[in-house]
């Protein structure tokens, strides 16, 4: 049967019940992020993320305010993990029941940047490893942020990596390649080596 509902919003008894799934994979990222190279790396995109967004002040209504000294507080993984448990443990977090396998690629989940910026994940993300479940699951709490899509993570990571910023518009499916290049970065610097 597929999945139906994920979160504080439970299930019958005869439904795939994917809590445990989704909650492994909060418990993965947490994990996958004490190590050293993953939290340096993420937390320098978060920042980048945020300088990013602040230096955009005339085209965005999000706002990140530093703290003079070009840090800005609160912008970091534990409160972006926090929110998607929070997420979760409110039932914004769904299984949408459907594939996600599309164009020779698979998106596993998705988060919607309004409202509780609630994730939906499709079928595959349920049959991933445990660490390609917290992998995905880092991806998407890095969305919690308001403003913090694909193409801003991925230009902040890319940037902290030392390559150059990448105008996405110009690919045939901008958020596409953008989030794969985000899932790229994230599995190099976050993955079990």
């Not at 439904?15 to 989704?22: Q, S």
């Not at 967004?53 to 409160?79: C, H, L, M």
């Amino acid at each position: 049967m597929k999945p139906t509902l994920v979160g504080a919003r439970g299930q019958t008894p005869d439904e795939f019940n994917p809590d445990p799934y989704v909650q492994d994979g909060i418990n993965r990222a947490g994990e996958l992020f004490d190590n050293n190279r993953c939290k340096t790396f993420i937390s320098r995109v978060l920042q980048r993320a945020a300088a990013d967004i602040d230096a955009r002040w005339w085209a965005t209504k999000e706002r990140y305010t530093s703290d003079g000294n070009g840090f800005y507080p609160a912008v970091d993984f534990a409160s972006a993990l926090g929110s998607y448990a929070n997420a979760f443990n409110n039932g914004w977090v769904t299984a949408s029941g459907n594939p996600g396998a599309h164009d020779g690629s698979v998106t596993y989940g998705t988060t919607r940047p309004t409202g509780h910026y609630p994730v939906s994940w499709n079928d595959e993300f349920f049959s991933l490893s445990r660490n390609e479940r917290g992998l995905n699951t880092l991806h998407e709490a890095l969305h919690q942020f308001p403003g913090f899509v694909d193409a801003t993570l991925a230009n902040a990571e890319s940037f902290v990596d030392g390559q150059a910023y990448r105008d996405y518009t110009r690919d045939q499916n901008p958020v596409g390649a953008a989030s794969q290049n985000l899932n790229e970065l994230i599995r190099d610097y976050c993955a079990p080596r």
